[in-house]
């Protein structure tokens, strides 16, 4: 079964620094998401992105985040200034074209602010 | 917004008994409502979901009720078995076109199965 594939699995930078998160889509999706988790929390809506610009943002996806697609395979998530706070487990979601079609989650990256 | 409430926070069943699990939702035009469980460290599965056009679906031991007009759905897991204990978290959306919109989660429960 295609999966949807995320790296780095594991990502530690200092506050400040900026990070780049990577997801590859299943191939004929073109519905993408970012959700993050802290940890022993629920999972969070952050964002969603179709046919290039993003659809919905949540309140957490302030000026310090961003995504793009910028070669037509990977979806980045990027956090330009990293806060201790951002210290969580980000999840990348993908879905097909077709309707009523369910929300594929990557194994996520473990991010830590230090 | 919408609003999930997931309720209880830690269920605590023996083996073979069945576990029920509730969500209510706040926002009366979301129109999907999954339930993924999520093994430690792994990442949120769907395994079952219903659309508001029906009140209940099931699938082997798993199954799911919506009552739309309370704003509530359900969770039910008959004869459990130690390998579904994980974190299970219930969710709402409005589903327009192909796309599922965000998903607003519950909270999550904790579901451990004695043997």
């Known amino acids: 079964e295609p999966e949807v594939t995320q790296t780095p699995s594991h990502q530690v930078t200092q506050m400040g620094q900026e990070v780049i998160l990577r997801c590859v889509p299943i191939s004929n999706h073109l519905y993408f998401y970012w959700y993050r988790q802290i940890l022993g929390q629920k999972v969070e809506f952050l964002v969603s992105f179709y046919n290039n610009e993003i659809s919905e943002k949540s309140e957490i996806f302030d000026d310090q985040f961003s995504v793009e697609r910028p070669d037509g395979s990977n979806f980045t998530l990027k956090i330009r200034s990293t806060k201790l706070e951002d210290s969580a487990m980000y999840f990348c979601a993908t879905q097909s074209q077709w309707g009523n079609s369910p929300l594929h989650f990557g194994n996520g990256t473990r991010l830590t602010v230090t | 917004g919408e609003n999930v409430e997931q309720h209880p926070s830690t269920l605590s069943v023996q083996e073979g008994d069945s576990a029920v699990i509730k969500c209510t939702y706040s926002d009366s035009a979301s129109n999907y409502f999954p339930w993924y469980k999520q093994e430690l460290g792994k990442r949120p599965q769907l395994i079952i979901d219903?659309?508001?056009?029906?009140g209940e679906k099931k699938d082997q031991r798993i199954a799911v009720t919506l009552n739309k007009t309370a704003k509530h759905f359900s969770l039910h897991i008959t004869e459990t078995q130690p390998e579904d204990s994980a974190v299970y978290f219930c969710a709402a959306t409005q589903n327009y076109g192909g796309s599922q919109g965000n998903l607003i989660f519950g909270k999550g429960t904790k579901l451990s199965v004695k043997p």
């Open positions: 219903i659309r508001s056009n029906v």
